[in-house]
Every structure is written in C-alpha cells, then in structure tokens.
Nanobody, 123 residues
C-alpha cells in the first residue's frame, strides 16, 4: 500500500513537501514515481527514483525546482517542491514499479498507486 500526503494550498513561489509512505513492502526494492493530473489534463510523470540506487529523473517542467528522495528507514519517498507555480496545481500520486529508464513516465508500468494528494498553487 502507498499513502501520499502533504498536499495543500500555497502561494506561487512557495514550497511543499509531499510524502509517499509504503507498507507491506520495502520501497528500496522498487522504483517510485510521482505523477500529477491537473483538471482536464492527462496524468503526467513528474519524477522517479530508482529502487536499486539513488538515480533520479525529472520532467523538464519541474527540473531544478523539485527534488525526489527516499528514506529507507522510514520506508518513505519524498517530493520537495520549491518555487511552485500555478501550473503545478494538480492531484499528485505516487506509484510503485520497475520501469526501464525510458519508460518511467508510462503509467501502465506501475502496479500500485497511492491515493492522490491535492496541491493548489495560487497566483
């Protein structure tokens, strides 16, 4: 099971940290991705951290602003979001999988998804 939390309302330029807590399995054995879906838009991959290493990937739209990390002791993955923009407003989901590098943005390669957490960035 994956539990995403940490969403909320923030002004543009602000920060939030999302958490994705796992139960029933070790996060270190899997890659974890954050996806987001804005109203009327398709779900998009935001960031991915590989299970076997600390290698990370980011969508171009968040590169330099978002940081994904993992705390194996807490079995939790985080998404630190800085310099937030109104276009970052979306429901954010975490997902478990073992995608090849080129497929980390593909929703179908993930087998478990957490319930989303809403991030709203006001202008």
């Amino acid at each position: 099971q994956l539990q995403a939390s940490g969403g909320g309302l923030v002004q543009a330029g602000g920060s939030l940290r999302l958490s994705c807590a796992a139960s029933g399995f070790h996060l270190s054995s899997y890659g974890i991705s954050w996806f987001r879906q804005a109203p009327g838009k398709e779900r998009e991959g935001v960031s991915h951290i590989r299970g076997s290493s600390t290698t990370t990937y980011y969508a171009d739209s968040v590169k330099g602003r978002f940081t994904i990390s993992r705390d194996n002791a807490k079995n939790t993955v985080y998404l630190q979001m800085n310099s937030l923009k109104p276009e970052d407003t979306a429901v954010y989901y975490c997902a478990r999988g073992r995608p090849v590098t080129s497929a980390w943005r593909t929703s179908s390669v993930y087998d478990y998804w957490g319930k989303g957490t809403l991030v709203t960035v006001s202008s």
